[in-house]
């Protein structure tokens, strides 16, 4: 149950936040900015808070850490590939569409597994099927569909799992 305090103040930090913007905005300590900044960190923050969600936290966060040095490595090295495939005969290129299973269930997670497929170039995410179960990925160079689903699934979904714990 919260307390009285959180009622009144549901976002702390957001309330705080606006105060301060508002006040750095107007350039000015004046009795009426500074009542009117009050008067903003806490209405807005108030008719907001029943619009937010749980947000799933992270777990393990090295891990998280780890994670974005290991999609960093995986954008440059996939970059020379491309480019690569890119600047040889267009021929031998065979791009395709995979649908990838999902184990991932939060929508965080989902988002962020989309999003670093889709930043690592050579295959970017085309959509997430309704009952979030099928991520469906376009390749530039698809030369064996079990390998590229194998590689997003061990490499980029395992760890997300563990960092959010689900």
């Given at each position: ?21 508002w ?25 907001v ?24 490595k ?17 021929k ?19 988002t ?39 590689e997003?699934k ?8 563990e960092?959010?714990?689900?």
């Open positions: 149950m919260k307390s009285k305090a959180f009622r009144f103040l549901p976002m702390p930090f957001h309330s705080i936040l606006l105060f301060t913007i006040l750095l905005l107007n350039n000015s300590v004046s009795a009426g900015h500074l009542l009117l900044a009050f008067i903003f960190a806490i209405i807005i923050p108030w008719g808070a029943s619009m937010t969600t749980e947000r799933p936290r992270i777990q393990k966060p090295l891990l998280a850490v780890s994670y974005v040095f290991l999609v960093l995986d954008i440059v090295s996939a970059n020379f590939t491309v480019a690569l495939l890119v600047l040889g005969p267009l031998k290129l065979t791009p395709g569409f995979v649908a990838i299973p999902l184990d991932i269930e939060s929508e965080l997670g989902i962020l597994l989309a999003s670093t497929v889709s930043l690592t170039p050579g295959t970017v995410s085309a959509e997430i099927s309704e009952d979030q179960q099928w991520l469906y990925v376009h390749a530039l160079h698809l030369e064996d569909t079990e390998a590229l689903i194998n997003v061990t490499r980029y979904e395992t760890p997300l799992k960092i959010f714990g689900c």
